[in-house]
């Protein structure tokens, strides 16, 4: 079991910059992959980025490469996700996500944090 604490969302105008950060909770960190994902009302979730237990290999959504980061440090079970550049249509909430396996592709995730609410003016 994981539990999954996001901080870091707030209000920045446009082009400007946000780190989010997550910490978990439980055992065998390092044996999960990591993800951001987000949510505007009255849409799906959607995928942001992913990284894998070794930090090797990242995804990124089409829509935020070039400008979103994921990191993540396995000595202190956490996660980040450095935002530059933001745009208005970057708003939402953002949500932390872990995933018992080494790295993966799959949008099926099985643990998820509560949510952090970044909004972005223009």
């Known amino acids: 079991q994981v539990q999954l604490v996001e901080s870091g969302g707030g209000f920045v105008q446009a082009g400007g910059s946000l780190r989010l950060s997550c910490a978990a909770s439980?055992?065998?960190?390092?044996?999960?992959?990591m993800g951001w994902f987000r949510q505007v009302p009255g849409k799906e979730r959607e995928f942001v980025a992913s990284?894998?237990?070794?930090?090797?290999?990242?995804n990124y959504a089409d829509s935020v490469k070039g400008r979103f980061t994921i990191s993540r440090d396995n000595a202190k079970n956490t996660v980040a996700l450095q935002m530059n550049s933001l745009k208005p249509e970057d708003t939402a909430v953002y949500y932390c996500?872990?995933?018992?396996?080494?790295?993966?592709?799959?949008?099926?995730?099985?643990?998820w944090g509560q949510g952090t609410q970044v909004t972005v003016s223009s």
């Open positions: 439980g055992r065998s960190f390092t044996t999960y992959a």
């Open positions: 990284i894998a237990w070794n930090r090797i290999n990242s």
């Open positions: 996500a872990a995933k018992r396996e080494y790295w993966t592709t799959s949008l099926e995730y099985d643990y």
